[in-house]
């Protein structure tokens, strides 16, 4: 499985007019000296400034129970459009966008393909085997895989550097996994144009990534993750909209095998490259998953 707006806006709009109608008031009145028969008097100690908690319940609730509706999917499949900004040579970031249509059966099969700004790719997991085939180049790299989804998407990652945007949807426990390292969730408001639904918005923070997302206000299913990494010095924003969502339904063994994919010519399953210095932050898209 991201501040509202409008509450923002009202409450820096109240403090600039404070501070205006103080700063007016100053200016036209001399200031009061006491008399005589007035005693001086000691300022009064200012009052501590309100803070809110860094965890507010409501954030709380809504991410809880978006994630015990995905965990307690038997069968899942949706779509998922990922846009991410990259660097561009003359300054401003370049927005890439992937589509993937992805399929799963808790707790070991999972598909997801892939095409869109780059070279398509689809992804099969059956309980025993990851296959990563690339149909355009007609290439396949396959590997043992553990026996469930998490563990088979850490294993992809550490060893082929492969991740999806949308993994805190799919592994087993969503909020279990961001609670591990939460810093911040405070709830937003609602929104009305996200998704084609009513959506509750939240924002948190957790793992060195700030996240606001949209979650159904009916049906707690995600409509749009948008996130942005703590160390990124160009921040660059990533965000995933869901939509066709489709729980519970029947999903046919095949769908988590490929007959192109197994007569296609076979490659290592490895790195594509040597990958950044260790101890450095990966970006959106290539980021560990939460099953660390």
Not at 101 to 124: C, M
Not at 154 to 173: H, K, L, M, N, Q
Not at 179 to 199: D, H, M, N, P, W
Request: with cysteine.
């Amino acid at each position: 499985m991201m501040m509202t707006r409008d509450r923002f806006l009202r409450y820096m709009l109240l403090l600039v007019t404070c501070v205006l109608v103080t700063t007016s008031a100053g200016a036209q009145q001399p200031p009061h000296a006491p008399t005589a028969s007035e005693p001086s008097k000691s300022p009064a100690p200012a009052a501590p400034p309100a803070t809110e908690p860094s965890l507010e319940p409501k954030a709380i609730e809504v991410l809880k129970a978006s994630s015990a509706r995905l965990a307690a999917a038997r069968t899942m499949s949706f779509t998922a459009v990922a846009s991410y900004e990259n660097p561009s040579r003359p300054g401003p970031p370049l927005l890439y966008t992937t589509t993937s249509q992805v399929a799963l059966q808790r707790p070991d099969k999972l598909r997801v393909i892939t095409p869109g700004d780059g070279p398509a790719s689809e992804f099969y997991y059956d309980g025993k085997t990851t296959v990563a085939f690339m149909p355009a180049e007609n290439l396949v790299a396959v590997a043992d895989a553990p026996p469930t989804i998490d563990a088979a998407l850490e294993a992809a990652y550490r060893s082929a550097g492969i991740y999806f945007p949308f993994t805190d949807a799919i592994v087993a426990d969503p909020y279990g996994d961001i609670a591990k390292s939460l810093e911040l969730a405070f709830y937003i408001g609602q929104s009305r144009v996200v998704g084609g639904a009513t959506t509750d918005m939240v924002a948190y923070a957790s793992d060195g990534v700030f996240v606001q997302v949209w979650i159904g206000a009916e049906d707690k299913l995600p409509r749009r993750a948008r996130a942005v990494f703590r160390n990124d010095p160009l921040r660059l924003r990533h965000q995933v909209a869901f939509s066709n969502w489709k729980l519970g339904g029947a999903v046919p063994a095949a769908a988590f095998t490929s007959s192109r994919a197994a007569g296609a010519k076979r490659i290592p399953f490895a790195h594509p490259d040597p990958g950044p210095p260790l101890g450095a932050t990966p970006l959106a898209g290539s980021a560990p998953p939460k099953t660390q």
